[in-house]
């Protein structure tokens, strides 16, 4: 993709994008526009596929130089568009939401197209899938629109303990919209960092552990984290077949379930998981969860040790008081200062052995991806590590190391020390999590931030991030609501209900001159 990074973008450049007029003079706002919105505008003829599609490419090529949030464009993304628009000119009956929309993809999601999937990084550009994931193929069926690959943490946060999240050797460093030098977070940062910044319609991330609920939450957006299984895996670049999971990060709580209905699912290339995911899905799809009294009755746990204090957000702890009088307003049962046994333990991925776990699963499954590509420079875990070490300036190695992946290429399968921490998870998340659930008889847990992703990780189980506020730098922060395994009904419930209460969301401004100032970030 080419940027012209000499300049820095005026504030009139970008007040010039967000607008769309038709032939009649129309005007309709795409900054911050639904999928309902979007949809309401195609069924009236008052939007094409193609000016959607323009809008966020011209946004990206002004921000992206700055946010580093998208490594790729979609070269086929207007024909996309325009096929759409024939499509819906042609009978726009029956047609999917997402039909005619643009869907940014994580780096890691397969697509056998002109885009490269990389993780990020240089050692598997150029690499071939054999076809689409899973996912890919689901929203190709919906007519959704292939924006691009959006940036992320190189190989998952999973290469060294020394690089910052939102680095990865493609992009260079994501950056947070709201604050330049506040942390985007998680691997999926460029999914969230572009639809924070109004650089696409809605996106696609994954999760191992944190990497759609954190940068949902750093961002401002809404990040759903699915229950394993319920979506496909079937050609994403994994790291953990046990914890991987594929969400929706978004603007909008409705736009989360609209994207989650199209690509939940059996995928006989991901069969075991996918069968035994199936039987959570509800007939008639997850948009009818949209109720805005769907906090009345529910129950609600509140956990705020020790994620207020590990999160930093102590200080916003009235700003929490408040969203949790909101939720009993709202009919919600809260109950307050509830405690998670060992939670120490769980959040301490040598005690809980979390570690062990993922650096065997992710060596086994990585080099079984990488065997599967059509074609690629790379084959294995080992030749990753002798391409970085050949190429130190690409991939900043010798300044950034790569500790982790050394130490997940000396695992040999899943052995005692790994099945001893496939039980102790079990344990933990049996006597911790999962018995609070349950003896409380909890519809959701709920924490301030997103520190407690492991909590959910380490089991497989559901979340969502919705925004709640802005600290006193600006920085976002989110309200987390986490269920049992199947729970996303009563999740898109809780969200929704407490969105529609709260419309705590608010674009970034760029109006800070500064901001672009650093165009060779």
Request: negative net charge.
């Amino acid at each position: 993709m080419s940027m012209n990074r000499s300049k820095s973008p005026s504030l009139l450049s970008i007040l010039l994008l967000l607008l769309v007029s038709d032939t009649n003079g129309h005007c309709f706002t795409i900054e911050e526009a639904t999928i309902e919105d979007v949809r309401r505008e195609f069924t009236e003829n008052k939007l094409t596929s193609r000016q959607l599609v323009e809008y966020y490419l011209n946004r990206i090529e002004i921000l992206n130089p700055v946010l580093r949030s998208v490594i790729e464009v979609n070269p086929d993304a207007l024909a996309q568009a325009e096929v759409a628009d024939s499509e819906r000119r042609e009978d726009n009956r029956g047609r999917s939401p997402l039909h005619g929309v643009p869907v940014l993809l994580k780096d890691s999601i397969a697509t056998q197209d002109k885009l490269n999937t990389t993780a990020g990084s240089y050692a598997l550009l150029g690499a071939v899938a054999p076809r689409d994931a899973g996912v890919v193929e689901k929203l190709r069926n919906a007519g959704a629109v292939i924006l691009g690959k959006a940036s992320m943490s190189e190989w998952y946060n999973f290469r060294s303990p020394g690089i910052p999240d939102g680095w990865c050797g493609r992009a260079g460093q994501g950056r947070n919209p709201y604050v330049k030098s506040g942390n985007p977070c998680g691997s999926s940062s460029g999914s969230a960092i572009s639809i924070a910044a109004n650089m696409a319609m809605v996106s696609l991330g994954t999760e191992t552990d944190g990497s759609l609920i954190c940068p949902g939450d750093h961002n401002s957006v809404v990040a759903l984290k699915p229950t394993v299984g319920l979506v496909s895996r079937a050609g994403v670049i994994p790291l953990s077949p046990r914890q991987d999971t594929v969400g929706p990060i978004c603007r909008t709580v409705s736009d989360a379930a609209y994207v989650l209905d199209s690509i939940v699912g059996f995928d006989p290339r991901d069969a075991e998981a996918t069968k035994a995911a199936a039987k959570f899905i509800p007939m008639g799809g997850y948009t009818q969860f949209l109720n805005k009294d769907g906090l009345k009755g529910k129950r609600l746990g509140v956990v705020r040790s020790p994620f207020l204090a590990l999160s930093n957000l102590s200080s916003v702890s009235p700003v929490f008081d408040a969203h949790l009088q909101t939720l009993r307003e709202k009919g919600a049962i809260v109950l307050d200062n509830l405690e998670i046994a060992d939670i120490d333990v769980i959040l301490d991925p040598l005690q809980c052995g979390e570690v062990f776990a993922l650096m065997a699963e992710f060596k086994l499954s990585l080099n079984d991806y990488l065997k599967e590509l059509s074609s690629s420079p790379v084959r294995s875990l080992s030749d990753i590590i002798a391409f970085n070490q050949n190429n130190p300036t690409l991939e900043r190695s010798q300044e950034l190391g790569q500790d982790i992946l050394i130490a997940a290429n000396s695992t040999n399968g899943i052995g005692e020390q790994e099945r001893w921490a496939l039980e102790t998870m079990e344990k933990l998340s049996r006597n911790g999590f999962e018995k609070l659930m349950l003896e409380h008889e909890l519809d959701a847990m709920v924490t301030l931030g997103s520190d407690a992703s492991t909590v959910m990780a380490i089991r497989g189980f559901p979340a969502i991030t919705v925004p709640a506020g802005y600290g006193s730098d600006g920085m976002p922060f989110g309200i987390c609501f986490g269920g049992l395994r199947g729970s996303e009904t009563k999740l898109i419930e809780i969200a929704y209900a407490y969105e529609q209460a709260t419309m705590i969301r608010k674009p970034p401004s760029f109006k800070s001159a500064d901001f672009f100032d650093s165009c060779s970030i």
